[in-house]
């Protein structure tokens, strides 16, 4: 078993790696990190939790000194210590007090007993919510007292402190896994003697997990806090805001966003009547927590963090416009109703409701990340490498099929060919599936498809299984006979794809 000092060294090689000592840093010295995050390279890694207090400003951004940046948190955890005396009050003790006035039957609004009911009633709502919270990682099966008691007093603080807002049912689901991270990555009490290694010990201390996802949670409500936010009330003489900022950002996303990627699935959304809020405003208010797995969530958080880093929290106005926070969050949305385009386009109201309200399993998020960040910068999208190694070199058949969903392209233009700093292999960038031009060993050619045939194939390709699934053959054959079909110009195209397509679900891909 490995020590926890020869650990800490690993961990600090590996952000060293990424992120050199220096005392004035720039955006670009953050350059390596992101590249990181954006390409679904933190999992596994040992610094995603250093990573995540970089991209939200828990640490500062123009240093990369790490006695500085433990001297930063020991302030910050201190201020932590004294919010929970502060909030956390028991008007019990404490003889010298004015009965008349700090008595459990007081009514005055400053009395220590209206503060402590006005609590409990606040930590009792939240309560309700931890203590049905479901997530699958260690950390919350191991001590689920302590655990549980670590989150209410951290949202009880922040609710505090946030009284406009307050707590709302949502908040501890995205709470949970900045602890599960920081919990994954933490040190253990004196895991390195001297030097950087001990200085990283400390900012990545296990005794202070608790201060540590406070400062996350709070940087990270700061940008995403509107989202539960109510709509204002009116003033005297102004007309009220009809719609909370959440509302605005959903509809921004399906019919402005959406309609200028797919003109024909923003037209059916609306023709169905589909309110974007009805479903998206739990993926932007728990940064689509709820839609996959844990790791798939992590993944998304990397990127959606990476790209955040250096933007300045955003006001109101900015937030339902998408500027400034979280700005992949919305492209990864269209993503998401991109992929499920044609599942969609078959289904009426109700349909479509249940479709987005319980989104299908995906084989590999990255594919969200990748188009995302086509749409939001085509040029200088850092795109995910879809295979987390390398494998062997094999020279395939000519006409061999590919092993998975996804293609080869040329490497984008802001990627060089040679090794870039800190290790990082070079950028590959992945389409949304193989092209129809050739897939499982068929040798035809997209040419001649019926329209919507080339993106309905795309969709069967991307949830082909591994190779050395059994089921890969079949699944294969199953997409050979819908490719001859629409060669053949079967005139009844939706028939066709529904056969085929139940083939493969029945395998259980779809």
Same mark, same amino acid.
């Given at each position: 078993?490995?020590?926890?000092?020869?650990?800490?060294?690993?961990?600090?090689?590996?952000?060293?790696?990424?992120?050199?000592?220096?005392?004035?840093?720039?955006?670009?010295?953050?350059?390596?990190?992101?590249?990181?995050?954006?390409?679904?390279?933190?999992?596994?890694?040992?610094?995603?939790?250093?990573?995540?207090?970089?991209?939200?400003?828990?640490?500062?951004?123009?240093?990369?000194?790490?006695?500085?940046?433990?001297?930063?948190?020991?302030?910050?955890?201190?201020?932590?210590?004294?919010?929970?005396?502060?909030?956390?009050?028991?008007?019990?003790?404490?003889?010298?007090?004015?009965?008349?006035?700090?008595?459990?039957?007081?009514?005055?609004?400053?009395?220590?007993?209206?503060?402590?009911?006005?609590?409990?009633?606040?930590?009792?709502?939240?309560?309700?919510?931890?203590?049905?919270?479901?997530?699958?990682?260690?950390?919350?099966?191991?001590?689920?007292?302590?655990?549980?008691?670590?989150?209410?007093?951290?949202?009880?603080?922040?609710?505090?402190?946030?009284?406009?807002?307050?707590?709302?049912?949502?908040?501890?689901?995205?709470?949970?896994?900045?602890?599960?991270?920081?919990?994954?990555?933490?040190?253990?009490?004196?895991?390195?003697?001297?030097?950087?290694?001990?200085?990283?010990?400390?900012?990545?201390?296990?005794?202070?997990?608790?201060?540590?996802?406070?400062?996350?949670?709070?940087?990270?409500?700061?940008?995403?806090?509107?989202?539960?936010?109510?709509?204002?009330?009116?003033?005297?003489?102004?007309?009220?805001?009809?719609?909370?900022?959440?509302?605005?950002?959903?509809?921004?996303?399906?019919?402005?966003?959406?309609?200028?990627?797919?003109?024909?699935?923003?037209?059916?959304?609306?023709?169905?009547?589909?309110?974007?809020?009805?479903?998206?405003?739990?993926?932007?208010?728990?940064?689509?927590?709820?839609?996959?797995?844990?790791?798939?969530?992590?993944?998304?958080?990397?990127?959606?963090?990476?790209?955040?880093?250096?933007?300045?929290?955003?006001?109101?106005?900015?937030?339902?416009?998408?500027?400034?926070?979280?700005?992949?969050?919305?492209?990864?949305?269209?993503?998401?109703?991109?992929?499920?385009?044609?599942?969609?386009?078959?289904?009426?109201?109700?349909?479509?409701?249940?479709?987005?309200?319980?989104?299908?399993?995906?084989?590999?998020?990255?594919?969200?990340?990748?188009?995302?960040?086509?749409?939001?910068?085509?040029?200088?999208?850092?795109?995910? $490498?879809?295979? &987390?190694?390398?494998?062997? @070199? +094999?020279?395939?058949? #000519?006409? %061999?099929? !590919? *092993?998975?969903?996804?293609?080869?392209?040329?490497?984008?233009?802001?990627?060089?060919?040679?090794?870039?700093?800190?290790?990082?292999?070079? $950028?590959?960038? &992945?389409?949304?599936?193989? @092209? +129809?031009?050739?897939? #499982?060993? %068929?040798? !035809? *050619?997209?040419?001649?498809?019926?329209?919507?045939?080339?993106?309905?194939?795309?969709?069967?390709?991307?949830?082909?299984?591994?190779?050395?699934?059994?089921?890969?053959?079949?699944?294969?054959?199953?997409?050979?006979?819908?490719?001859?079909?629409? *060669?053949?110009?079967?005139?009844?195209?939706?028939?066709?794809?529904?056969?085929?397509?139940?083939?493969?679900?029945?395998?259980?891909?779809?």
């Amino acid at each position: 078993m490995t020590s926890p000092a020869v650990r800490q060294e690993r961990v600090l090689q590996e952000f060293r790696q990424v992120v050199p000592e220096r005392e004035d840093c720039g955006s670009a010295s953050w350059d390596d990190l992101r590249a990181l995050a954006l390409t679904g390279r933190l999992r596994g890694s040992g610094i995603r939790s250093v990573s995540w207090k970089v991209f939200l400003g828990v640490l500062p951004s123009n240093t990369t000194s790490l006695a500085g940046w433990n001297a930063c948190l020991s302030e910050k955890r201190a201020e932590y210590d004294r919010l929970v005396q502060k909030f956390l009050i028991d008007p019990r003790g404490g003889g010298d007090e004015d009965l008349l006035k700090n008595n459990p039957l007081a009514q005055a609004e400053d009395s220590k007993w209206t503060k402590y009911f006005e609590l409990q009633e606040l930590q009792k709502c939240i309560s309700i919510d931890i203590e049905r919270l479901n997530f699958d990682d260690d950390y919350f099966t191991r001590d689920v007292e302590v655990v549980q008691g670590v989150m209410l007093r951290i949202l009880t603080v922040w609710a505090s402190i946030n009284t406009e807002v307050s707590y709302r049912q949502g908040m501890h689901e995205l709470l949970a896994p900045l602890l599960a991270v920081l919990d994954r990555d933490k040190s253990a009490p004196h895991a390195a003697g001297d030097g950087d290694a001990a200085e990283l010990a400390g900012i990545m201390d296990a005794a202070f997990l608790e201060h540590d996802a406070y400062m996350l949670f709070e940087r990270l409500m700061e940008r995403i806090g509107a989202a539960f936010a109510p709509p204002k009330r009116a003033e005297r003489g102004k007309v009220a805001p009809t719609r909370a900022p959440v509302v605005v950002r959903c509809d921004r996303v399906q019919n402005t966003l959406l309609r200028s990627r797919d003109i024909e699935l923003c037209s059916h959304l609306q023709s169905n009547q589909v309110e974007p809020q009805l479903y998206m405003m739990k993926w932007i208010r728990l940064l689509l927590g709820r839609e996959f797995h844990l790791e798939d969530v992590l993944l998304l958080w990397d990127a959606i963090f990476a790209d955040q880093h250096g933007r300045a929290p955003p006001t109101g106005e900015e937030w339902a416009e998408g500027e400034g926070t979280f700005p992949l969050l919305d492209h990864i949305c269209v993503a998401m109703l991109a992929y499920i385009r044609l599942d969609l386009l078959d289904r009426d109201n109700i349909g479509c409701l249940r479709r987005l309200m319980k989104y299908p399993p995906v084989e590999d998020v990255r594919v969200f990340v990748a188009s995302a960040l086509r749409e939001a910068d085509p040029k200088n999208a850092q795109l995910p $490498l879809l295979s &987390p190694a390398p494998l062997p @070199p +094999v020279s395939p058949p #000519a006409n %061999s099929p !590919r *092993s998975s969903g996804f293609d080869r392209a040329e490497l984008p233009s802001n990627v060089s060919s040679a090794p870039s700093p800190g290790g990082l292999s070079n $950028l590959e960038t &992945p389409t949304m599936s193989s @092209p +129809v031009g050739g897939d #499982a060993g %068929s040798g !035809r *050619s997209a040419a001649g498809l019926p329209p919507g045939a080339g993106a309905a194939l795309e969709v069967l390709e991307g949830i082909l299984p591994p190779r050395s699934d059994p089921r890969r053959t079949s699944a294969e054959q199953a997409l050979r006979d819908l490719r001859t079909m629409l *060669s053949d110009g079967v005139s009844r195209l939706g028939n066709g794809l529904q056969g085929s397509s139940g083939r493969l679900r029945g395998m259980g891909l779809g």
